[in-house]
């Protein structure tokens, strides 16, 4: 069967639609005619997988050079130097040229394989090749790029020589944080001091503002209140007035107060258990904060202490601030106390 000619298998009829007639010389055998087309196969094949683009130079680059897309004139793309130094000069960035041009020659761009007579000398083999800035290449993980260098890996070395070194192209673009698909950087323009945090309900992390706790420490003098008696103070150390505008504290920036706590010292501590309660008091505003009720009994407060939490008052860079206690009528009241109060707050 190998051996007829291919006149031969052709007088049966007409083709079907899907098989093909070889033209070849009419004295062919089938067996030449496979040894022909083997030889095609072989010889024409990419066997290296080497794929690659047309591309015009905008400028003289030379062969190995990384080169991005930087526009196109309707017929040529055209490429440019790429370059480590800026998120357009490297995130565009395509492969390698495969031979040296000047401004406006017509070249091909490795984009994926092999690319060969280059010199790796410096280069060891198996190392990542990384884009450095104007078209050169950085070798090796030590000399991996870093912030605020964007990273672009360009493949890996697989032959060391000053003349016929090769790379193995494989362009990868690094990604920014901002490009990760769970970070959202958008919504809000980070700003200086931002830490990065998870937000379950969008299931996002997201940039925020870190949270900067201090306290703010109020000290009466002594004092022995009487019944149902409003008592004021705020710097450290001062005996309390009657009279709001006597103490006013100011920090100087706005801040808000998230919580507090407050205890009683001295030897004499004989109220009952009838409930005093604390306020912040707002000169400048006017306006009255309760943070909550308080004992002063020895038991309740002078050795235990009363946190108060879940509070926010906010206070603006201009306002005055007093604590204020008001005492209710007792049974028994305290004499000769301290207060110590500590507010905690959030700028």
């Given at each position: 069967?190998?051996?007829?000619?291919?006149?031969?298998?052709?007088?049966?009829?007409?083709?079907?639609?899907?098989?093909?007639?070889?033209?070849?010389?009419?004295?062919?055998?089938?067996?030449?005619?496979?040894?022909?087309?083997?030889?095609?196969?072989?010889?024409?094949?990419?066997?290296?997988?080497?794929?690659?683009v047309t591309v015009k130079l905008s400028q003289a680059i030379n062969k190995g050079?990384?080169?991005?897309?930087?526009?196109?004139?309707?017929?040529?793309i055209i490429v440019s130097k790429a370059s480590n130094t800026s998120e357009a000069t490297s995130s565009k960035t395509i492969g390698l040229l495969?031979?040296?041009?000047?401004?406006?020659?017509?070249?091909?761009?490795i984009t994926s394989g092999l690319l060969a007579g280059l010199n790796t000398f410096a280069a060891t083999i198996?190392?990542?090749?990384?884009?450095?800035?104007?078209?050169?290449?950085i070798y090796g993980l030590i000399n991996k790029p870093y912030a605020p260098a964007h990273l672009v890996y360009i493949g890996v070395v697989t032959r060391v020589s000053a003349t016929v070194?090769?790379?193995l192209v494989k362009v990868q673009n690094g990604f920014e944080l901002k490009e990760i698909h769970d970070v959202d950087l958008i919504s809000n323009a980070p700003q200086n001091k931002d830490v990065l945090q998870y937000e379950s309900a969008t299931s996002l992390w997201k940039n925020k503002q870190i949270d900067n706790i201090?306290?703010?420490?109020?000290?009466?003098?002594?004092?022995?209140p009487a019944d149902a008696t409003t008592y004021y103070f705020?710097?450290?150390?001062?005996?309390?007035?009657?009279?709001?505008?006597?103490?006013?504290?100011?920090?100087?920036?706005?801040?808000?107060?998230?919580?507090?706590?407050?205890?009683?010292?001295?030897?004499v501590v004989s109220g009952t258990t009838e409930l005093?309660?604390?306020?912040?008091?707002?000169?400048?505003?006017?306006?009255t904060s309760s943070l909550g009720t308080f004992r002063t009994d020895a038991t309740s407060v002078s050795i235990k202490g009363t946190t108060f939490t879940g509070a926010s008052i906010s206070v603006a860079a201009s306002d005055d601030i007093v604590a204020q206690i008001d005492f209710p009528t007792y049974a028994t009241n305290p004499t000769s106390i301290i207060i110590f109060l500590t507010l905690i707050c959030k700028k």
């Open positions: 069967m190998l051996d007829k000619k291919i006149s031969d298998l052709t007088s049966a009829g007409a083709l079907s639609g899907s098989e093909v007639l070889p033209i070849v010389q009419s004295g062919t055998t089938v067996k030449t005619l496979l040894s022909t087309l083997s030889t095609f196969v072989s010889t024409d094949v990419n066997t290296n997988a080497i794929d690659k050079q990384a080169v991005y897309v930087s526009s196109a004139n309707g017929t040529n495969e031979t040296t041009g000047t401004t406006n020659a017509i070249v091909n761009v198996g190392d990542p090749v990384w884009l450095g800035v104007t078209g050169d290449l070194g090769e790379i201090f306290t703010v420490q109020f000290e009466t003098g002594t004092l022995s705020s710097d450290l150390r001062l005996s309390p007035n009657l009279t709001a505008t006597n103490f006013n504290y100011n920090l100087g920036f706005a801040y808000t107060i998230i919580g507090a706590r407050i205890s009683i010292g001295n030897n005093a309660t604390l306020q912040i008091r707002n000169i400048t505003q006017g306006t």
